[in-house]
C-alpha cells in the first residue's frame, strides 16, 4: 500500500484521527494523540496494514513556538511497506498513551523519547529514565535545556565561548 | 663502594631500602582494566602483542582491590564519575591515576556543549599524569607510564617525612 492508501484506511477506520499536515513528508501522517492507543493496536492487527515492526520512536523539539512531537516508524514485513507517525503534544503537558504493550520494543523507545524530551507515556508499566541518572534534572534534548550547575557535589564549570573556562 | 668492598659474599647487593622498593614499585604497576570511551581500544593495543605493556611490568588487573594504576580511557560522563570515584577509593594505596586523552583530561569535544560530560576527571580523582591525544597512540600512553615509573622512582616510602 502507498502511504496515501494508509492514511484513508486508517480515517475510514477512526474518524477525524488523521490531521492534514501540509508541512510534512509524503511518507508522514499526523494523527490525532487522544485515541491512539486504539489506532495502534488496529494499525497492528488489521490484515491490509499488518505493520508487525515498530522500527524506531524519535522525540522532536520543533521550538518555542512549536509543539514536542513524538514519530513512529512502522514497518509491515508481510505487504512491505512503511509509514512515519506524527503526533503532536502540548509543550506544557506532554502525554501520549503508550504503544509499549502492543509492540514490545516500544518499551525501551519510549523510555528514551521520555528520558530526552519528558513526554510521558501514560500506560506504561515502566516508565523511567534510561540513559541519564535517575536523578537527573531537565530534559537534555529540549530545545530551552539548561546544563545542571552541580551534580552530586561535582561543579559543572561554565565555558563562554570566547573567555573559556569561568 | 669504599667502605663496603668485598665485605659480603657474592650475589649480594647493597643499596638504600628507598630505592630498592622505589624500583620494585615503579617497574610492576599493575594497572586497573576497564575503558570509558575510544581510548580504550588505544589501551587494549597497548597490552596487545605489538606494544606489550607487560615489557614495563604492567598488567591488567579486573579488580580495583589489586591495582596500583587506574587508568582513565575516555569520556567520563557525570553518571560515570560517581562510579570512577567509587573506584578509585576502592583501591589500595599507594595508588595513581593516568588521565588519558582529551576526553577524560578536559572533556575533548565535549568541552562546551556536552552537558552529561566531565569536564576533566581532576575534578573527581587526583591525576598524576595527563597524557593527551584524541586518542592517544599506544606510544604517547607508554610514555605517560613510563614518566609515572620515574614519579614513582623519585617517592620515598620509608623515610619519615617532615610534618
Given amino acids: 500500500m502507498t502511504p496515501e492508501q494508509i492514511k484513508e484506511r486508517i480515517s475510514d477506520q477512526f474518524k477525524n484521527s488523521v490531521i492534514t499536515n501540509e508541512s510534512l513528508g509524503e511518507h508522514q501522517v499526523e494523527i490525532n494523540g487522544e485515541d491512539w492507543l486504539n489506532i495502534a493496536t488496529f494499525m497492528k492487527n488489521d490484515p491490509k496494514l499488518s505493520f508487525d515492526q515498530l522500527e524506531c520512536i524519535t522525540g522532536i523539539d520543533t521550538g518555542e513556538e512549536g509543539p514536542l512531537q513524538t514519530h513512529y516508524n512502522f514497518h509491515s514485513m508481510e505487504h512491505r511497506h512503511k509509514i512515519e507517525v506524527v503526533i503532536s503534544h502540548d509543550r506544557k503537558d506532554p502525554k501520549v498513551s503508550s504503544i509499549e504493550q502492543v509492540w514490545r520494543i516500544g518499551d525501551w523507545f519510549e523510555r528514551e523519547t521520555y528520558d530526552m524530551f519528558g513526554i510521558e507515556y501514560t500506560g506504561h508499566r515502566d516508565l523511567r529514565r534510561i540513559l541519564c541518572p535517575d536523578d537527573w534534572e531537565g530534559w537534555p534534548l529540549r530545545k530551552d535545556y539548561e546544563g545542571q550547575e552541580s551534580f552530586h557535589g561535582i561543579v559543572v564549570p561554565k565555558i563562554k565561548e570566547e573567555e573559556g573556562w569561568e | ?163
Fill in chain 2, 1 to 163: 663502594m669504599g667502605l663496603l668492598e668485598n665485605k659480603f659474599q657474592d650475589n649480594v647487593v647493597v643499596a638504600s631500602l628507598d630505592k630498592i622498593l622505589g624500583w620494585a614499585r615503579s617497574t610492576s604497576p599493575w594497572y586497573f582494566q576497564f575503558g570509558l570511551a575510544c581510548c580504550a581500544i588505544e589501551m587494549m593495543s597497548s597490552a596487545a602483542s605489538r606494544h606489550d605493556l607487560e615489557r614495563i611490568g604492567m598488567m591488567p588487573r579486573s579488580s580495583p582491590r589489586q591495582a596500583d594504576v587506574m587508568i582513565v580511557a575516555g569520556t567520563v560522563t557525570m553518571k560515570m564519575a560517581l562510579r570512577v570515584k567509587k573506584l578509585y577509593e576502592q583501591m589500595a594505596d599507594p595508588k595513581y591515576v593516568i588521565s588519558m586523552g582529551s576526553c577524560a583530561t578536559s572533556g575533548g569535544p565535549y568541552w562546551q556543549h556536552g552537558y552529561h560530560v566531565l569536564k576533566g576527571v581532576d575534578l573527581v580523582v587526583p591525576v598524576d599524569v595527563y597524557v593527551p591525544g584524541c586518542p592517544p597512540r599506544p606510544e604517547a600512553l607508554i610514555e605517560g607510564l613510563l614518566k609515572l615509573q620515574e614519579k614513582i622512582q623519585t617517592e620515598r616510602p620509608l623515610t619519615r617525612k617532615l610534618a
